[in-house]
């Protein structure tokens, strides 16, 4: 069974702090690592697609770094704002197009 | 543009009863996933469409649920026989080719069977 686990479960910060999440994906049979952002009553928005060993990625105040070889992706948010409170999902492609989400990282950012 | 739209926002049906949800995919994009969010749980893959065909639908749990894209754009997840444990977020996506790029997700329909 493949299974894609992310940590921590759910966090709170203060404005102005920077965070980061873990996602760990299995290593083998690897072809796409997603990060997506899913505000309250909002679709989810795609961050990052990420698919070689060692990609690092950028979107403003938001990065993410990838290890296929050991199984694992790192999303950094940095400068926090009230604006991120979100679930930050990472979803693992193991063939072309079907995903295995993790159950998610719930931000909440207190101004 | 536009993007991904589903309907209905919300629906509430009795235990045993018939659904039909219904998925608006961006205009050109030939992929379309079904995914299906339980309380709790991330989205679980349901089933992906290559234009009309079903390229797979490994991730539908049981016959009671069956989807059809006749056109290769709107799609339809029919559900038979509610059950409670049906109950979920039915979240659809798109994507220009496949192939592992980008998907871009509706709203979802927040279905309840009570």
Avoid at chain 1, 29 to 37: D, E, I, M, P, Q
Avoid at chain 1, 46 to 51: D, G, I, R
């Amino acid at each position: 069974i493949l299974n894609v686990e992310q940590s921590p479960q759910s966090l709170h910060v203060q404005e102005g702090d920077s965070t980061n999440f873990t996602c760990s994906f299995p290593s083998s049979n690897f072809y796409a690592l997603h990060w997506y952002r899913w505000e309250t009553a909002k679709s989810p928005e795609a961050l990052f697609v990420m698919t070689l060993n060692g990609d690092e990625k950028k979107k403003g105040r938001i990065s993410a770094t990838l290890n296929t070889k050991e199984g694992y992706s790192y999303l950094y948010i940095k400068g926090s704002q009230p604006e991120d409170s979100a679930t930050y999902l990472c979803a693992f492609a193991y063939n072309t197009d079907k995903l295995i989400f993790g159950t998610g990282t719930r931000l909440q950012v207190f101004p | 543009g536009a993007g991904v739209s589903q309907t209905p926002s919300n629906k509430v049906t009795e235990k045993g009863k018939y659904v039909e949800l219904r998925c608006d995919p961006i205009s050109g994009h030939t992929a379309l996933y079904w995914y299906r969010q339980s309380l709790g749980q991330g989205p679980e893959f349901l089933i992906y469409f290559q234009g009309t065909g079903a390229a797979d639908d490994s991730g539908l749990p049981n016959d009671r649920f069956f989807a059809v894209r006749p056109e290769g754009s709107v799609s339809t997840l029919k559900i038979q026989r509610t059950e409670r444990g049906d109950s979920a977020v039915y979240l659809c996506a798109s994507s220009l080719r496949g192939q592992g790029g980008e998907q871009y997700f509706g709203p979802g329909t927040r279905l309840t069977v009570t």
